[in-house]
């Protein structure tokens, strides 16, 4: 009975075996360390940094047990083949503040062609005439042939010998064009008016012929002489002077249909005179109107 007794309480004392139910643990970190290193390395070709990207795949090799170092220039590593990397181009481009650079154009490996030439043909319907927007100014009176100034001069010069008036007019040159000088007394006006007389307007008249030849601006300038004026028309010379070199230019572009466009007037009174001194001779040459063609249109 002692026996069987004993063999009871031996039974009683033997335990099941304890289950660890906490096993799962190991691999799983193992796991997670893998996955670490992963995408360390991930995170290092992204950053193009090389040597971070060194230390990531050394830590790799280790944890994988690998006895090599992993080759990353092109070699035989065991990530990177001989060709190019099976992570090639993974992660985002690096930011750049450089300005993207346009592709070179491709070298041109034909022959060269010929220029294309155009001809245009100067006598033809379709030509088209180049107009020089000004002339050069004009250096003395010997100018070449075609001087436009010198066909005004000599324009004039020949019609008004016809006229009888030739000694009316003056000619000179200066650095702003040519100077048609055109006497008032007995030509152009009576004494205090300003309206032309018939013989100036034959004298205008030959002016207008040989402007029309030419394209240059005109400047009509009027000029009375130092004796003073006072009427109700003209208070003073200013007016007076004013008035002719107005007159003169409705002349010859609403007579002798010039171009308004080219043409001016202004009035001086007695302020540039031609002759010093009061006798008549010289008022006689200090009244006079001035017709100016610019050495430029």
Known sequence: ????????????????????????????????????????????????????????????????????????????????????????????????????????????????????????????????????????????PDELLGDPLSVVEQVVRDQAAGTGLLESIGFRREARGLVVTIVTDKVLFDPGEADVQSGGEVILGVVANALAQIPNGVVVEGHTDSRPISTSQFPSNWELSTARATSVLRYLTEERGLSAARVAASGYADTRPVAEGTDAGSLAQNRRVEIVVLATR
């Open 1 to 140: 009975m002692s026996s069987s007794g004993g063999a009871k309480r031996q039974h009683h004392e033997e335990h099941e075996e304890h289950v660890n139910h906490e096993a799962w643990v190991i691999p799983y970190a193992d796991v997670l360390t893998l996955l670490m290193a992963l995408f360390l390395v991930l995170f290092a070709l992204g950053q193009s940094d090389e040597a971070k990207l060194t230390t990531a795949a050394e830590s790799f090799r280790r944890e994988l047990g690998m006895s090599s170092p992993i080759d990353f220039g092109g070699g035989g590593g065991p990530l990177l083949g001989a060709g190019a990397s099976v992570l090639e181009g993974a992660g985002p481009a690096p930011l750049s503040n450089e300005p993207p650079m346009a592709a070179a154009p491709a070298p041109d490996t034909s022959e060269p062609k010929e220029a294309d030439v155009v001809i245009l043909d100067p006598v033809g319907d379709n030509a088209t005439e180049l107009e020089d927007p000004t002339f050069d100014a004009v250096e003395g």
